[in-house]
Every structure is written in C-alpha cells, then in structure tokens.
C-alpha cells in the first residue's frame, strides 16, 4: 500500500506577532513547525502501513526551509519525503496550491507508485481554510472524505475503505472505494514519538526535490499568484471601538461592582439571568 | 479564500489585480445562498447568509437565490419555502431521494450543475463540516475563487465581492477578491452574521433541476448515522450568556472556575485558542476564528487577551465584560465594560455574588 501525506510547514502562530506601525507580521525569529492538524493524518497514515505494509510518503510545498519539516516527518516514521519548490508556487491561493499538490502527486504516481490513499490535515493554523483537501481530491478525481474522526475499516482486495466522519449533528459512517482522500480531524490519535531508528535515518535521507518543471508543470500560468483566482487587496488590523472599555476599579468589593456596571447597561439581563439560571 | 498570503503589503506587481471580466463571465448574474440541510433540519447559518446575501443583492440590485437540494417531499419543500420568508426572490431546487443524505459526490454534481445553468455572481455557503466539503470541491470544479470564512461581506465600488477574513492565523484581517472568475464564493461561519429577521411570505418562484444520477453513479455509500445525543451538544454558538477562560488562568486547575461562574449563571463556557492547544479544554469550546463565533447577550472573558483571531468571533456579544490583569491587553479594545484584576481571584468572588443576586430569595426581597 501506499499512502501520501500533505503536510504544510507554518509558523508557530502562538509567537507571530504584528509590527504596530506597519500591520506588517514580524517574521525574523518566529519558529517554524509542521501545520499541528497535519500530524494526525501523518499518524493515521503511520498506522495503517504499520498495519497493512506499504510505504508512507511525505509532500509539501513550501520555500527549501520547508525541508526541516519533511525532515521532522521522516523522524516519526515516514518512508519517503518530497519536497515542491520553486518561485513560480509562490503566493499561491488554494487553487493554484491545489494545482501544484495534484500535479506533484501524478509524478509521485509513476515515481514511486501510485496511491491508495491520500491524507491530508483539516486545515492549517495559518490559512484555516479547509480547501485544500477537497481541492487535491476533485483535481485527481479521488473520492473524498473529510474531517474524519476513525478509520474504521479499510479492505485492499474489495478497495474499500469505511470511515466515520463528522457532520454537524452527528456522525455518518460512510463507505467508499480506494484511491481516497481523507482530511483528520484533530485529537483523533497521538503523533508517535519516533524510533531512535527512524531519527538517525531522517538526518541523512535524502530529499526528492522538484521544480515545477520536474514534477511536471505543464501551465505555469496555473501556479503561485498567477494561477491564483483571489487576490488580496488589503491587509490590516480592525480598529478599536471608539467608545474604551468602562473600566471599574478594583476596589473593596470588585465584583459587586462589576454586576452592577453589567446590569446599569442591560438592565434587562437581571430578570433574563435570574430565569436561566433558575433551569439549572 | 485561500491560504495566507505570503506578505502583509498589498499585493503589488500581481498579474490580475484589474477586474477585466471575460465576455463569458459577464452573463453571471445574482446571489446566491446555499441552503444546508441536514436530515430535514436546516442549518442555521443559511438564514444567516440569506440576511448577508439579501444586503449584497439589494447593492447590486440583482435577485436573491437560495439553493435547496435535498430529498424529494416534505423536508425540502418547507426548507424552499422558508426560504422565500428570509427574503428569497426565487429558490433553486434539486431534490431527489439520492440527496437524502449529504455524500459529497451527488452535492457537488447537484450544485455545480445548477451554477452552471444559472450562472450566479456570488455564491455563499455555511463555514460548517458539509458546507467546507461541498465549497472546495465545487470551486475547484468551477476553478473559480473561493474565500473561507469570512467575517464580513460587501460589494466594492466596481461591484464586486470584497470578503473579509482574518489572516495570519487570526492577526490581521485582509480583504480578498475574486476579480476575473465566476461565481465569487464565500464561507461564513455560522454566527458571524445576525439573524434576519422572518417574514411571513407567500412562497415565490421555484426553479427545479434535475439531480441527473441514479445511486449506481455514486460510489460513497452512507452505512449508517449516529446522530448527537442532545446532552453531548454543547450549544456555546447558539447561548445567551457565555463565560470563557484564557491564559490568564495560569493552570488547567483554575478552569473550573470559569465553570463555575457559568452553571451559577445558566451559561455556557468556553476558551480561547491557546488553552486548547494546551490540551486544558477540549476543541468544541474554542471560542474565535478557528473556534466557535457567539452572539450572546452577555459574554464574560476571564484571562483572555483578546487577540484579533478571538475577536472576531465575539464581536457580536450584546455586552463584552473583560476581566485581565494586562490593563493594555487588547481585549479593552473592544470590552464594554472591564476590570484589570486578577481573574483566578475574582472568579469565585463573582461566582458567589452573583448567585447571591440572582437565587429566588434574593429576589423575593428586591421584590418586597
């Protein structure tokens, strides 16, 4: 079996911060990890090759730094790792990213054999679009499932694969057939720690680096900005409300006089709360 | 839509930054509005949308559509029907008992033909798990634009779509534009925009399409759904009064004493993005962006900074009560009311007055 997961390398949004003046990001310094949701479909794709054999490949996208990433990937256990970069992906919404991922996965096709499954995260942290799994699937015509909580079944010789995905009042256990696409819903396993094996080998593995041109690229107008139906026109921070908060002071009896400032305003709140609070 | 961009300068030098709308794009016409149904149940966020999408419409001064696809009979033809009472000019339907339950395959056929025949402007859809799904599979059928998420909707001078969203994970916001492809579609996360208001109306004009499948076509096959039970729903979007906890907290511990604080109140609690990455707080109370956006009546945030990706989500609160020891943090940017105390010390304070204040005796005595 093979397995390929798309990971993103993003930087750690806990510590980006914004230049006060310029609303510009202060990238200088800000640590770089893999995209946290990509980790669960990294693990998921871990166990079914440990389970069912095969060989898990890693792909991203991203400027050569994103090498680390791939490198982090190898440490977990992951065979193989394909690095994508060119100027030409740069700025790329997740239409032209869709573009460039799909094309990277027909050349991992015939390269390393063809996939039985794709996995990709259910967004990233720093993009939190969602689109891009979805977006992989229709271009390669994979059948696809998303935010998906297990794996609950998954046969080779039927090529079918069963899965429980999350809906917004439940959960549908769906049934599809391989090759797929799934998208990992967060907390649904725990990223392995790594054999001592596996670190060692990740330091000196190579990297499948490809150019545009080398995973063959055939419209380059279709990549980066160029390719990129959306445009981002502005970029700023919302202003603050003109109107400051009324700040009360933390004197003898702080939250007394904080209820009353909450009630001065919503006089209506007090019957209001005293009826919901009375249901539990 | 799309993934961040890769500077926080507008985009200079870019290929298409001029709307220069091909002569076969120019045929596209109206707003639409997908609405999500879900085993007979309509989601919300549709009529939410309708209420954005009939603002755009009327700016335009083109029709407002809904889209209901669904199963043939009772359920779809109410959900077309209501429609027309949150401000439809016309609906499109696509019903057919293959569309009972959401599978991806028959939802993006249905929609991206009826697009296709009718050739809409804009194209909304709910930021839910089936509305996701469905958004990137059919822009990418469509390879047009897609925006996710969106915070704020509205029609640029030049008529089009400006979509507004947060940005760098949740700091700064940036508006996005589908200039020279058709329909320009957006997400909104349910809650971001009010309600609109119902109004009673006949219902109008129906368009029915033709789904075009029989169940052979679609390899996905639904084995079985296991629906919520009710007392494992949290139901923080959708409360009236909500208390969240941050940082500011300082260990897993103190959360309970945003719990706390809302049993005594009725409410519902929540947190903000650093407390579930931690792991203190399970991802369905995420409150901000990339959690749940609220519209309370009364929202108490405990130890929360109030970084823009948190912001957004809790604008909408009727009354924003900040309790933090940063007095600069920016959560006072945007509070009603606040207080610079340390919240693991005032939390239980405000715990026991308030229930003093609120339990039945109290109030017999206010009364009397």
């Known amino acids: ?280 | 839509m799309a993934t961040a961009p890769k500077t926080a300068a507008p985009a200079s030098g870019r290929a298409a930054t001029k709307k220069e709308l091909s002569e076969h794009f120019k045929a596209y016409k109206h707003v639409w509005v997908f609405i999500e149904q879900e085993r007979g149940q309509v989601h919300p966020v549709s009529w939410e949308l309708m209420g954005a999408g009939r603002k755009l419409a009327d700016k335009l001064k083109v029709d407002l559509a809904a889209v209901v696809i669904g199963p043939e009979g009772e359920a779809t033809q109410s959900a077309a029907a209501e429609s027309f009472c949150y401000g439809a000019d016309l609906v499109y339907t696509v019903a057919d008992n293959l569309l009972a339950d959401y599978r991806n395959e028959s939802y993006t056929k249905a929609l991206t033909d009826v697009v296709n025949t009718y050739k809409p402007e804009i194209l909304l859809l709910g930021a839910t798990t089936l509305g996701r799904d469905l958004a990137g599979s059919v822009a990418t059928t469509l390879l047009t634009g897609l925006t996710a998420d969106c915070t704020e909707l509205d029609v640029d001078t030049d008529c089009s779509l400006a979509a507004t969203r947060p940005t760098f994970g949740g700091s700064l916001l940036c508006t996005i534009y589908t200039l020279n492809y058709r329909p320009q579609m957006a997400t909104v996360r349910p809650r971001v925009m009010p309600m609109p208001e119902r109004v009673a109306r006949p219902i109008g004009r129906i368009v029915s399409h033709p789904l075009g499948l029989v169940e052979d076509d679609i390899v996905t096959k639904v084995l079985s759904f296991l629906p919520d039970r009710d007392s494992a729903k949290s139901n923080l979007a959708y409360a009236d009064v909500v208390v969240a906890g941050g940082l500011g907290l300082g260990s897993p511990e103190n959360f309970q004493l945003v719990r706390q604080l809302a049993t005594v109140l009725g409410a519902e609690y929540g947190c903000s993005r650093p407390l579930v990455q931690k792991g203190w707080v399970t991802s369905d109370r995420q409150i901000g962006q990339t959690g749940k956006t609220i519209r309370p009546k009364l929202y108490i945030a405990a130890g929360i900074s109030g970084a823009i990706q948190h912001r957004v989500g809790v604008e909408g609160a009727d009354l924003i009560v900040a309790i933090n020891t940063d007095g600069n943090a920016p959560i006072f940017d945007f509070a009603h009311v606040g207080i610079v105390t340390d919240a693991i010390r005032l939390l239980p304070a405000l715990t026991a007055a308030f229930r003093a204040r609120l339990s039945p005796h109290s109030r017999d005595r206010i009364a009397s």
């Open chain 1, 1 to 280: 079996m093979h397995i390929v997961v798309c990971i993103k390398q993003v930087p750690d949004s806990a510590q980006i911060r914004v230049h006060p003046v310029t609303n510009t990001i202060m990238r200088q310094g800000v640590p770089t990890i893999i995209n946290p949701y990509d980790l669960f479909a990294l693990e998921a794709a871990l166990e079914l090759r440990d389970q069912f054999g095969g060989e898990v490949t890693v792909l991203t996208m991203g400027p050569p730094s994103a090498e680390d990433s791939l490198r982090k990937a190898l440490t977990f256990g992951a065979d193989r790792a394909v690095l994508l970069t060119d100027r030409f992906f740069a700025g790329a919404d997740t239409l032209a990213t869709t573009y460039a991922l799909a094309t990277a996965i027909r050349k991992i096709s015939t390269e390393f054999g063809a996939p039985d499954l794709v996995f990709t995260g259910k967004q990233t942290i720093d993009g939190d679009t969602a689109q891009v799994g979805p977006g992989i699937a229709k271009r390669l015509g994979l059948l696809q499932l998303t935010y998906v909580a297990k794996i609950s079944a998954l046969d080779l010789e039927a090529r079918t694969i069963d899965a429980e995905r999350r809906s917004e009042g439940g959960v549908q256990l769906l049934r599809t057939r391989l090759p797929c696409l799934v998208t990992m819903l967060e907390a649904t396993n725990q990223i392995r720690r790594g054999a001592m094996a596996d670190a060692l080998r990740a330091a000196r593995a190579p990297i499948v680096k490809w150019s545009a041109q080398d995973a063959g690229v055939e419209d380059i107008s279709k990549c980066g900005l160029r390719g990129s139906p959306t445009i981002v026109k502005r970029v700023f921070a919302p202003a603050a409300r003109s109107e400051k908060a009324a700040l009360i002071e933390s004197g003898e009896q702080p939250a007394e006089a904080l209820i009353d400032a909450i009630f001065k305003r919503q006089p209506a709140l007090e019957t209001e709360l005293a009826t919901l609070a009375r249901g539990y």
